[in-house]
């Protein structure tokens, strides 16, 4: 059921440590991941296009592995999606609007905690989700996001986020 090199990773996680709830998330998120890499291991991972649209309307295409978020497929391309709480579902910042409903109905449904951020949300529409929690998975190759023309957060004016 689990990949074997989760074996470790899965010991360490019933340390004292693991208590903590974001210990566990991360730990999730690492085996979430796993379960989307494809046979030929760490070599060679499946990738998907994404297309994120910014708010002036300049379109920025790049791949991302399959098992990644589109949180941190943005970050790793320099692309200016906040994520202030990095991907603890702590905050709205990374809000995304997926721009064609056919892949939002691909995705899996929100959370009640990813719900309760987006109300929060800057232009909220019936298409936002968390970018930390849009995952890749094949049958979103394709997918289009649109980055809302603001945000809330408590970052002063011309902040530019850089990931951690």
Do not use: W
């Not at 010991?11 to 085996?31: G, K, M």
């Not at 970050?75 to 997926?98: F, K, P, Q, W």
């Not at 049958?139 to 530019?160: C, I, Q």
């Amino acid at each position: 059921m689990f990949p074997s090199n989760s074996l470790n990773a899965m010991s360490a996680c019933t340390s004292e440590a693991s208590h903590d709830p974001l210990s566990r998330y991360h730990f999730l998120r690492v085996l979430r991941h796993e379960q989307y890499c494809t046979a030929a291991g760490n070599e060679e991972k499946q990738t998907i296009s994404v297309t994120f649209v910014d708010k002036d309307g300049e379109e920025k295409h790049i791949k991302v592995p399959v098992g990644m978020s589109m949180l941190e497929a943005a970050h790793e391309n320099d692309i200016e999606l906040e994520g202030a709480c990095e991907g603890s579902l702590a905050c709205s910042t990374c809000h995304v609007i997926v721009m064609d409903v056919d892949y939002y109905n691909k995705l899996e449904d929100p959370t009640d905690e990813e719900n309760d951020m987006l109300d929060l949300a800057f232009g909220l529409t019936e298409t936002s989700r968390l970018g930390c929690q849009v995952i890749a998975k094949p049958e979103l190759d394709g997918l289009r996001l649109a980055l809302p023309a603001a945000t809330r957060n408590f970052a002063v004016d011309g902040y530019k986020p850089k990931p951690h």
